[in-house]
T-cell receptor, first 115, second 113 residues
C-alpha cells in the first residue's frame, strides 16, 4: 500500500521559531511537493523537487526553504515562523514518466499554528 | 484568468440525484486532468483522471473532457450523503511528467438525505 507520511499532524510554534516539517514516501517516487491549503485560497504550491538535491520554487516560496538529501524524504523549513504561515501543510509525491497522468499521492497533512 | 477555475459552491443535491461538478482551465498545453475528493480535515484522494476527449466512467463517477472548450467535468450518479466533500480539479502544466499539478480551489458538494 502506497504511503506518504508527515512527521506531525498538529504543530504549535512561536513567532520567530525555526520549524521543520518532514515528509517521507515509500513509493520510490522522483517528484515530491509541498503545498499549503487555506480556506478560500485552495492548494498552493510552495516548493517541489524532481530529484535528490534538486528543488524548484512553486507559486509561494517566500519565507520557506526545502531540503531533499534522500529520495524518500523532503523537508520544508520555515526559517523564522510568522503568524501568516499558520496553515495546513500537505506533502505529496508522484512518479515521473513519459506520460503526465501519474497519480499524485498526498500525506495526511500537518496543521501548523504559529502564535 | 486563473489557471484552473471551479465554482466554489456549496452545491446541494438530494440523495439519489446526479451531481455535476465543473472545471475550466487556461493552459491549452495541459494534457491530463484529475479529480480529487477531500473530506473535511483529510487530505485529497484521487477519484478519477482523464486525458482523452470524451467520457470516462468508473462506477458512479463519470469524467468528461472537452479540450477544445478547455472544460472538464465530473458527474456523480446516485449521489450518497457519503459523497459530501470538496472536489478538487487538477491539471498538468504542459507535457512533462515532472511538472506539478495545478489545483482549482474546489467545489463543496453537499448531498442531502
Amino acid at each position: 500500500d502506497v504511503k506518504v507520511t508527515q512527521s506531525s499532524r498538529y504543530l504549535v510554534k512561536r513567532t520567530g521559531e525555526k520549524v521543520f516539517l518532514e515528509c517521507v514516501q515509500d513509493m520510490d517516487h522522483e517528484n515530491m511537493f509541498w503545498y499549503r491549503q487555506d480556506p478560500g485560497l485552495g492548494l498552493r504550491l510552495i516548493y517541489f523537487s524532481y530529484d535528490v538535491k534538486m528543488k524548484e520554487k512553486g507559486d509561494i516560496p517566500e519565507g520557506y526553504s526545502v531540503s531533499r538529501e534522500k529520495k524518500e524524504r523532503f523537508s520544508l523549513i520555515l526559517e523564522s515562523a510568522s503568524t501568516n504561515q499558520t496553515s495546513m501543510y500537505l506533502c505529496a509525491s508522484r512518479e515521473t514518466g513519459l506520460s503526465s497522468y501519474n497519480e499524485q499521492f498526498f500525506g495526511p497533512g500537518t496543521r501548523l499554528t504559529v502564535l | 484568468q486563473k489557471e484552473v477555475e471551479q465554482n466554489s459552491g456549496p452545491l446541494s443535491v438530494p440523495e439519489g440525484a446526479i451531481a455535476s461538478l465543473n472545471c475550466t482551465y487556461s493552459d491549452r498545453g495541459s494534457q491530463s486532468f484529475f479529480w480529487y475528493r477531500q473530506y473535511s480535515g483529510k487530505s485529497p484522494e484521487l477519484i478519477m483522471f482523464i486525458y482523452s476527449n470524451g467520457d470516462k466512467e468508473d462506477g458512479r463517477f463519470t469524467a468528461q473532457l472537452n479540450k477544445a472548450s478547455q472544460y472538464v467535468s465530473l458527474l456523480i450518479r446516485d449521489s450518497q450523503p457519503s459523497d459530501s466533500a470538496t472536489y478538487l480539479c487538477a491539471v498538468t502544466r504542459g507535457l512533462s511528467g515532472n511538472t506539478p499539478l495545478v489545483f482549482g480551489k474546489g467545489t463543496r458538494l453537499s448531498v442531502i438525505a
